[in-house]
């Protein structure tokens, strides 16, 4: 598959002042998304996620190193005319209206003014600022901003989509709208970066991720195989349980909630859940739910950048006097 | 590319005429064509004369004031608010923007020059006086001087500083009109080393007076139109330069 954005040995500094030695921020990175995945950037603050999204989109140039866009340099500006940019904390000339906003950026990207005219309404629509396409920039809320960043960046309908932090500041209703329209452009095949420091966001948003540390890539793939598909614990509940297997049960788990009947455990591993369920359900109980709890996204990153070893997935269950019991699909069931 | 440095210029156009320091400083220039008036009754010269020469000189510290405060500082300002980066990250190369930035600018400063000139005419007409076409040639000349002012201003608030850029656009306008006046009055012989070092400046420096037609009209003295039509040529090439030197500076520039 095409690579729309590769991205080779990038090496970067800074200079803090004129007379300081250079800071690195970036030291050879290289990475390559393909044409029609929705791609995350993680890594704590200065890692150099931004750094490299800028190096992208032409605002910075790398020290060393090379990022293509579609098979060009990427401080071509030709190269750019495939991309919708949309900067953290974005900003635009207060003294316009989204209308006129949009009607620069889209002619800046090559749209004819009937083409602007004819999406412009649409878009703004999409994002919710129809109510606002008349009034000035100056005074959006930050989520408005957001909200119009983002039909400034998709204008155009670039093939590839940079988005850094496009979640930061937005209300509940604005986060849904966004996310929705990210996944609106997965579905129509378009590229996307996405950079945010939200990893649930991530986790749900994107197929594949690049973890940078001070720097570095220090990990990449698909999030499937980079999170165990493997349950770490259950949470169990059920009521009208026998009090000896109640007994057991607390005995196993490492959070015990007794109540009016019901039982709630949180039980670790992978097996002992499924076995208590099927105890239960032998023993005449009632088990009412039994939910696996998987490693997050966030946990996997904060442990990645403690430098923590990876953690088994399945830990040794503890022994649990065996009964016949059904199998736990039926249990399920 | 036309059309993108024209949507640029448009943009800037249109901002500069939205920000309050345009309208502050027009409207500044207004009450002085205005208040010319006032000084012309006190006047004990010609009443109109007082009036042209009084709002004339309005007009040209108009244009300087202009492209300090809003040339030196529009670079600048997009680059602190970031409102750059939606437009580079398009196809635009950091030479479109600027080229368009600077016609914006201009388009803006003359406008402005064009307001207060056609007040200046209307208000010489209420009073029974008659524009002549001297008055229009120190018009025509502020505009070149306009063309000039802001693209200095614009190399050197690429170059530097807002601040410092607007302070040295203004030392740069008044070194550029009496470049002239300085070498005249070193070249009595009495001073060689100053009389070569002005010569060497007035010649390696725009030279504002060739469009300066304010004292001219003043004392009534006969328009060269060809020194005004040279002098333009002169202003446009240095205003190239200057726009020039802006662009490579822009294009080693991170953001």
């Keep these: ?333 | 590319m036309r059309d993108r440095v024209l949507v640029l210029a448009r943009a800037t156009f249109l901002e500069a005429v939205r920000d309050r320091v345009l309208l502050v400083v027009g409207v500044f220039t207004l009450g002085v064509v205005l208040f010319s008036r006032v000084l012309g009754w006190l006047s004990i010269e010609d009443e109109l004369k007082m009036v042209q020469d009084f709002s004339l000189s309005g007009m040209s510290w108009l244009a300087l004031l202009l492209a300090m405060l809003v040339g030196a500082f529009s670079v600048a300002k997009e680059v602190e608010r970031r409102t750059l980066y939606p437009i580079l990250s398009r196809d635009v190369s950091r030479g479109e923007f600027l080229l368009g930035k600077y016609f914006g600018l201009v388009g803006a400063i003359w406008t402005c020059l064009a307001g207060a000139g056609l007040a200046l005419v209307l208000w010489l007409l209420v009073w029974g006086g008659h524009p002549t076409t001297a008055l229009l040639a120190a018009l025509l000349g502020l505009l070149c001087e306009a063309l000039l002012l802001v693209a200095v201003a614009l190399f050197l608030g690429t170059l530097t500083a807002p601040a410092v850029a607007a302070v040295a656009t203004c030392g740069f306008a008044l070194a550029a009109h009496s470049t002239e006046a300085l070498r005249e009055l070193t070249s009595d012989g009495k001073r060689p080393h100053f009389a070569t070092l002005w010569s060497i400046v007035y010649r390696a420096m725009p030279n504002l007076e060739d469009v300066n037609f304010i004292n001219a009209t003043s004392a009534g003295l006969p328009i060269r139109w060809t020194q005004l039509l040279l002098g333009a040529l002169s202003v446009s090439l240095w205003s190239a330069l200057f726009v020039g030197g802006a662009v490579l500076l822009f294009r080693r520039r991170e953001f």
């Design chain 1, 1 to 333: 598959m095409e690579s729309v954005l590769e991205v080779r040995n990038l090496v970067k500094g800074f200079r803090p002042s004129p007379f300081k030695a250079k800071v690195a921020a970036l030291r050879g990175v290289t990475f390559a998304v393909a044409e029609g995945e929705c791609f995350g950037l993680l890594g704590q603050n200065g890692a150099g996620k931004t750094t490299i999204l800028k190096i992208a989109a032409g605002l910075l140039a790398a020290d060393r190193g090379e990022a293509f866009l579609l098979g060009r340099p990427s401080g071509e500006a030709a190269a750019r005319r495939a991309l919708g940019y949309l900067p953290e904390n974005p900003y635009f000339h207060e003294h316009l209206t989204p209308l006129e906003g949009l009607e620069i950026y889209g002619r800046l990207s090559g749209l004819s003014a009937a083409e602007v005219k004819s999406r412009a309404p649409a878009l703004l629509e999409r994002v919710g600022l129809t109510d606002a396409a008349r009034r000035r920039l100056r005074g959006f809320s930050k989520g408005m901003r957001q909200r119009f960043g983002l039909a400034a960046a998709l204008l155009h309908e670039p093939r590839m989509v940079i988005l850094d932090e496009p979640l930061s500041g937005l209300d509940p209703g604005g986060r849904r709208l966004v996310k929705e329209l990210i996944l609106e452009q997965r579905r129509v095949g378009r590229t996307v970066v996405l950079c945010s420091h939200v990893l649930a966001d991530v986790q749900e948003l994107c197929d594949r991720v690049v973890v940078l540390h001070k720097g570095e890539v220090v990990r990449e793939g698909a999030i499937a195989s980079l999170l165990s598909s493997a349950p770490r614990s259950f949470e169990l509940c059920a009521e009208q349980v026998a009090p000896a297997l109640a007994s057991r049960i607390e005995q196993h788990s490492s959070l015990f909630r007794a109540a009016g009947g019901t039982i709630t455990a949180k039980l670790p591993g992978e097996s002992l859940g499924p076995q208590f369920a099927a105890q239960i359900h032998a023993d005449g109980g009632r088990l009412l739910s039994l939910v696996p709890e998987r490693e997050s996204l966030e946990e996997w990153f904060v442990r990645l950048v403690a430098g923590e070893p990876p953690v088994d997935p399945l830990p040794p269950a503890p022994a649990v006097p065996r009964r016949e019991v059904a199998p736990i699909a039926e249990v399920s069931a």
